[in-house]
């Protein structure tokens, strides 16, 4: 499984900006989807999930009301879309995926969203 993150970019505080991320090889092993975030000198963080069919969602405290994640089939693109953003937003922001198939989990190249005060 491969993905692409895309969607990042540079928005002021309270601005609206939507990630994508697009699958692609085995993509029918995938059984949960997610996003995560790294802000400089900061782990990695968990900002939402949704498994295989969007039946069920999970989000991060910080992000509850504001973002939402969604994906309608396996064969479309995951997305996270990210209203009322602040500046502790700002961060490099992975899609993630876990399959049935070694390595059984997979990650983008990371796309960097910028908040301006």
């Known amino acids: 499984v491969q993905l692409v993150e895309s969607g990042g970019g540079l928005v002021q505080a309270g601005g609206s900006l939507r990630l994508s991320c697009a699958a692609s090889?085995?993509?029918?092993?995938?059984?949960?989807m997610g996003w995560y975030r790294q802000a400089p000198g900061k782990q990695r963080e968990l900002v939402a999930t949704i498994t295989s069919g969007g039946g069920s969602t999970n989000y991060a405290d910080s992000v509850k009301g504001r973002f939402t994640i969604s994906r309608d089939s396996a064969n479309e693109p995951m997305y996270l879309q990210m209203n009322s953003l602040k500046p502790e937003d700002t961060a490099v922001y992975y899609c993630?995926?876990?399959?049935?198939?070694?390595?059984?989990?997979?990650w983008g190249q990371g796309t960097q969203v910028t908040v301006s005060s």
């Open positions: 993630h995926a876990v399959g049935t198939y070694y390595p059984y989990e997979y």
């Open positions: 090889g085995s993509t029918f092993s995938i059984v949960v």
